[in-house]
T-cell receptor, first 111, second 114 residues
């Protein structure tokens, strides 16, 4: 059974800082790893999708990496802004197309 | 292009009452998911459809929950009767294909059972 862990549960940084959010998973047989953003009271917004054959994906100030052998993914946010404050969730997709989520990391970027 | 649309956004009901949630996936997406998200937790799968077939409903509490996806497009999730512990956010998602495609989520329905 796939288990996804995101530590720490919360993170507070000053504006402008570069930061890394971590995601670990127990079953390396994933088909892809997806990062989502969730604002309070809202649904999930897809940020980046990394296929199992890929090592990283980039979109603007975001860069996500995937290391299946170590069971880890990271989301790098460059030059953080207050608007980046949200909860960030990662999810691994298994052979049954089921997305297994971590509990998320709540990020607060202080002006 | 419209994203995944869910309604209602919010619902407050008394325990033991029935409730239904509706989801319209992105056009052309054959895979549809219903997820349950409790406060401070990640979403957990309730049921997954491939077209009109429920291919994974192992996590759906079938004594009170039911779902349907007629014609392989819109889907409805029903709870009858609702219990206090059902208070949560119910999320619908869709994707094109299966394992290697991006999943897109709706805004969710926040259910409060009193």
């Amino acid at each position: 059974k796939q288990e996804v862990t995101q530590i720490p549960a919360a993170l507070s940084v000053p504006e402008g800082e570069n930061l890394v959010l971590n995601c670990s998973f127990t079953d390396s047989a994933i088909y892809n790893l997806q990062w989502f953003r969730q604002d309070p009271g809202k649904g999930l917004t897809s940020l980046l999708l990394i296929q199992s054959s890929q090592r990283e994906q980039t979109s603007g100030r975001l860069n996500a990496s995937l290391d299946k052998s170590s069971g880890r993914s990271t989301l790098y946010i460059a030059a953080s802004q207050p608007g980046d404050s949200a909860t960030y969730l990662c999810a691994g997709t298994g052979a049954n197309s089921k997305l297994t989520f971590g509990k998320g990391i709540t990020l607060s970027v202080r002006p | 292009e419209a994203g995944v649309v869910q309604s209602p956004r919010y619902k407050i009901i008394e325990k033991k009452q029935p409730v239904a949630f509706w989801c319209n996936p992105i056009s052309g997406h054959n895979t549809l998911y219903w997820y349950l998200q409790n406060l401070g937790q990640g979403p957990e799968l309730l049921i997954r459809y491939e077209n009109e077939e429920a291919v994974d409903d192992s996590q759906l509490p079938k004594d009170r929950f039911s779902a349907e996806r007629l014609k392989g497009v819109d889907s409805t999730l029903k709870i009858q009767p609702a219990e206090l512990g059902d208070s949560a956010v119910y999320l619908c998602a869709s994707s094109y294909g299966n394992t290697n495609t991006e999943a897109f989520f709706g805004q969710g329905t926040r259910l409060t059972v009193v």
